[in-house]
């Protein structure tokens, strides 16, 4: 209603001001599908893709943020990953019809819950009416004032807003890290006009934020056995770059007793550098004599752990394993009863890494019993390694004799008179 009275206040009092029409001709037929007028090359390609990727990540965020709006509003539960892929297409297509991409729009989803929406046919009508609007009314749309369009989004605005989320009440309660994010987001958006920009500033401000929040959120406690010959040390915790680094500074390793226990039962390992700060854990143990069994990782943590235990060790304690010997090791804990700790001392290897494989010997067998098989004996075991080290030696003895025959034919053929 105010949008139709300024404009006929403009136009019957002849009043010159910015219009519609003035940013340019409104279409006033449907478009077609055609390829863009554009160089296929490289240097196009350069030219387009600094852009496509700020408008992808911005128009991404609002899409999501608006999904997540609408949810809480309505009570539901919306596909994020659906609608992510819905958009791409859709900007996909929209380009072979000369259009722009797009995506969720705060304010006119906002607008449309409160006047009782609730699926999407209220955002189709929308389309199909600004349609109609551009191709069969273009000339009325053309002749109304931008100020009047401005002050319609203006009240959008106003109302989309959430002033609870500045009020002084609010700001006092909520944590410093996400008023900085909030601040440094507003403040490069205003400070550069681009809104991608702003987005990507205040997404890293909040990961070095939060980061820098759970890397002290690992914690380990010690625990003295009564005849002092072994202590368990509990560690609680997200465990990935920022947090290991102080977990190597938490153990006494001058002070401990001969054998050392760590619980990792609450905790989970993450990345590479969380297994490089274990090993060099356990190498300062060994370095003072003293043994370490690492205990109670999860499936991913033991994993991880592992594939990588050996990797992040100097070069001259790196030591390679046969599965033969993986299985041996792990047998010689199963089946005489002693302590990984006592096998692994005897053996001179890790006991976080004899612990894995007694773990994953001990989830084969379980394997093997559900499928009715029995796992070798020891004497079958035996058996099989002396046959595998026969096999072996026959091997090396064939290779040995086709050298040997190569050689004594090509003599032959070198001696003197031969053919």
């Known amino acids: 209603m105010s949008i139709t009275a300024l404009t006929a206040l403009t136009i019957g009092a002849g009043i010159a001001v910015p219009t519609v029409g003035d940013k340019g001709a409104l279409p006033s037929s449907l478009p077609v599908p055609g390829l863009p007028d554009v160089p296929f090359t490289l240097d196009t390609l350069k030219l387009i893709a600094p852009f496509a990727l700020a408008l992808a990540l911005v128009g991404l965020m609002e899409s999501l943020m608006t999904a997540k709006l609408v949810d809480d509003l309505t009570d539901t539960r919306s596909n994020k990953t659906r609608e992510s892929i819905g958009q791409g297409i859709a900007n996909v297509v929209t380009g072979f019809f000369g259009g722009m991409g797009g995506c969720a729009m705060i304010g006119q989803t906002m607008i449309n819950v409160k006047n009782g929406a609730r699926t999407r046919l209220s955002t189709f009508l929308a389309g199909v009416f600004l349609m109609i609007l551009c191709i069969v009314f273009g000339p009325i749309v053309s002749d109304m004032p931008m100020a009047a369009l401005v002050a319609v989004m203006v009240l959008v605005s106003f109302g989309t807003f959430d002033w609870h989320s500045v009020a002084s009440a609010t700001l006092k309660r909520m944590p410093t890290g996400e008023i900085t994010v909030m601040v440094v987001t507003v403040a490069v958006v205003v400070a550069t006009d681009n809104l991608a920009i702003g987005v990507v500033v205040g997404t890293i401000t909040a990961m070095v934020i939060f980061a820098r929040r759970v890397a002290h959120l690992a914690t380990v406690t010690a625990l003295v056995d009564p005849e002092g010959i072994r ?15 102080d977990l190597v500074h938490q153990f006494d390793y001058a002070g401990d007793p001969a054998e050392v226990v760590i619980d990792m039962a609450q905790a989970h390992v993450w990345d590479a550098s969380s297994v490089a700060a274990l090993d060099a854990i356990t190498t300062k143990y060994n370095a003072r004599g003293k043994t370490v069994e690492i ?68 989830r084969r067998i379980a394997a093997a019993e559900v499928h009715g098989e029995q796992p070798l004996e020891a004497a079958e075991r035996a058996e099989l390694q002396r046959l595998r080290r026969q096999v072996s030696e026959l091997e090396k003895d064939n290779a040995f004799l086709v050298k040997a025959s190569a050689y004594f034919a090509a003599m032959q053929k070198n001696r003197p008179g031969s053919l």
């Open 231 to 245: 202590v368990v040390y509990t560690v609680n915790g997200e465990l990935f770059f920022a947090s290991s680094n």
């Open 295 to 362: 205990i109670g990782l999860n499936e991913h943590s033991a994993k991880m752990h592992s594939a990588l235990t050996d990797v992040f060790m100097p070069p001259r304690k790196r030591r390679s394993y046969t599965a033969e010997y993986k299985v041996e090791a792990a047998h010689r804990v199963i089946d005489s009863g002693r302590t990984i700790i006592e096998v692994a001392r005897e053996l001179g290897i890790d006991a976080g890494m004899l612990s894995v494989w007694v773990k994953d010997e001990r």
